[in-house]
């Protein structure tokens, strides 16, 4: 059974930086494609950025780009999010899901889900 917990996420002030980190657990985790997703309240669930198995390629949400960095260690089981720049727009809660498809950027490509943290951002 595929297991992803989070950790990080927080209240930071607008411009400020947070740090979310997804640890993975019954899997051969370099085998999936990682990806991050957030759900601000009363909206659907919005793909933030993606990341392939060897970590080659990364794939961003326009309004993400240049701002966060999505990031892996396979020998550590972990992908990681670092947010700079972060705005009041980036309040939500953040999941990490592990996939089969190459670059999947759609929810229901994922098969595995964590169990979210809260990120809320402060002007």
């Known amino acids: 059974q595929v297991q992803l917990v989070e950790s990080g996420g927080g209240l930071v002030q607008a411009g400020g930086s947070l740090r979310h980190s997804c640890a993975a657990s019954g899997c051969t985790f370099s085998s999936y494609q990682m990806g991050w997703f957030r759900q601000a309240p009363g909206k659907e669930r919005d793909f933030v950025a993606t990341i392939t198995w060897s970590g080659q390629t990364t794939y961003y949400a326009d309004s993400v780009k240049g701002r966060f960095t999505i990031s892996r260690d396979n020998a550590k089981n972990t992908v990681n999010l670092q947010m700079n720049s972060l705005k009041p727009e980036d309040t939500a809660v953040y999941y990490c899901?592990?996939?089969?498809?190459?670059?999947?950027?759609?929810?229901?490509?994922?098969?595995?889900w964590g169990q979210g943290t809260q990120v809320t951002v402060s002007s």
């Open positions: 899901a592990a996939g089969s498809i190459w670059r999947a950027i759609k929810s229901y490509e994922y098969h595995y």
